[in-house]
Nanobody, 122 residues
Framework: QVQLVESGGGLVQPGGSLRLSCAASGSIFSINAMGWYRQAPGKERELVATITSGGITNYADSVKARFIISRDNAKNTVYLQMNRLKPEDTAVYYC????????????????WGQGTQVTVSS
């Protein structure tokens, strides 16, 4: 089984920064894309940013130029550096690992972390 463990959430003032981390553990042969999604109260879960194993990134328009996603393939870990945070960034942030193979030629699966709360408030 594969597990995703997130860390780094918390309370920050508007304009501040936070760095989220997510480590995938278990028997892992390869992970295609890793990313971050968020869900605010009363809203649907939305994409924040994704990064492929080759380093290709994709960002939601609302976070472009403020957030930076990065990845350490050797550690199966993805990071989200969040700068110039706004109150509207308040949400539970979920890590996702897409097209995970536990062995060569094995089926691909998708996994989610348990979520970490980010609150932006003065």
């Amino acid at each position: 089984q594969v597990q995703l463990v997130e860390s780094g959430g918390g309370l920050v003032q508007p304009g501040g920064s936070l760095r989220l981390s997510c480590a995938a553990s278990g028997s892992i042969f390869s992970i295609n894309a890793m990313g971050w999604y968020r869900q605010a109260p009363g809203k649907e879960r939305e994409l924040v940013a994704t990064i492929t194993s080759g380093g290709i990134t994709n960002y939601a328009d609302s976070v472009k130029a403020r957030f930076i996603i990065s990845r350490d393939n050797a550690k199966n870990t993805v990071y989200l550096q969040m700068n110039r945070l706004k109150p509207e960034d308040t949400a539970v942030y979920y890590c996702n690992a897409d097209r995970v193979r536990q062995r060569l030629w094995a089926n691909e699966n998708n996994y989610w972390g348990q979520g970490t709360q980010v609150t932006v408030s003065s």
